[in-house]
T-cell receptor, first 115, second 113 residues
């Protein structure tokens, strides 16, 4: 069983909706990540948080807004999304060992469909 | 841009056979990792090999790394139907700007019973 919990597992939203994806880990990891994965493609990095501060933003459109309220939680706020944003959104965490990247622990993902 | 390219894109074998997947990358790395993903699920870490290591074993898994050729291979011995999944290599370029793993395109492995 994964130790990274993502909710909801499935989300369907219209282009004018506002919704949030949530991620939680209790492994004491100080690095947390959001990845986006389209069907039959590899995960693509969106954001990295280290010690609750945003350290990497991979030029993600502003309709995606990350938030790290504390060391265990990571949110991804969604607003005015486009149908092409439909994908599996994966949260991951790891020990912070900058500049090296250690093992990532992934959640099961949130499957997002934008109508 | 994707750091890693994997081949083959798809591999179908019989149970009990060995499966070999290859990964090539473009820039220098701190480490290279292999992950497994069952359909529609999250990724599971399999093994990490550092840039100063050449070979690593974990159970039925054997990973090699050739930094001169910028390539790695993952060997799964005595495969089982439960090994059916997508396998991704991921490289850590060790950039000082932060912790970033870049995933290759993946190999879809099917193990037939």
């Amino acid at each position: 069983d994964t130790e990274v919990t993502q909710t909801p597992k499935h989300l369907v939203m219209g282009m004018t909706n506002k919704k949030s994806l949530k991620c939680e880990q209790h492994m004491g990891h100080r690095a947390m990540y959001w990845y986006k994965q389209k069907a039959k493609k590899p995960p693509e990095l969106m954001f990295v948080y280290s010690y609750e501060k945003l350290s990497i933003n991979e030029s993600v459109p502003s309709r995606f807004s990350p938030e790290c309220p504390n060391s265990s939680l990571l949110n991804l706020h969604l607003h005015a999304l486009q149908p092409e944003d439909s994908a599996l959104y994966l949260c991951a965490s790891s020990h912070w060992t900058d500049p090296n990247t250690g093992e990532l622990f992934f959640g099961e993902g949130s499957r997002l469909t934008v109508l | 841009s994707q750091q890693g390219e994997e081949d083959p894109q798809a591999l179908s074998i019989q149970e009990g056979e060995n499966a070999t997947m290859n990964c090539s990358y473009k820039t220098s790395i701190n480490n290279l990792q292999w992950y497994r993903q069952n359909s529609g699920r999250g990724l599971v870490h399999l093994i990490l090999i550092r840039s100063n290591e050449r070979e690593k074993h974990s159970g039925r898994l054997r990973v090699t790394l050739d930094t001169s050729k910028k390539s790695s291979s993952l060997l799964i011995t005595a495969s089982r139907a439960a090994d059916t999944a997508s396998y991704f290599c991921a490289t850590d370029a060790g950039e000082t700007s932060g912790s970033r793993l870049t995933f290759g395109e993946g190999t879809q492995l099917t193990v037939n019973p």
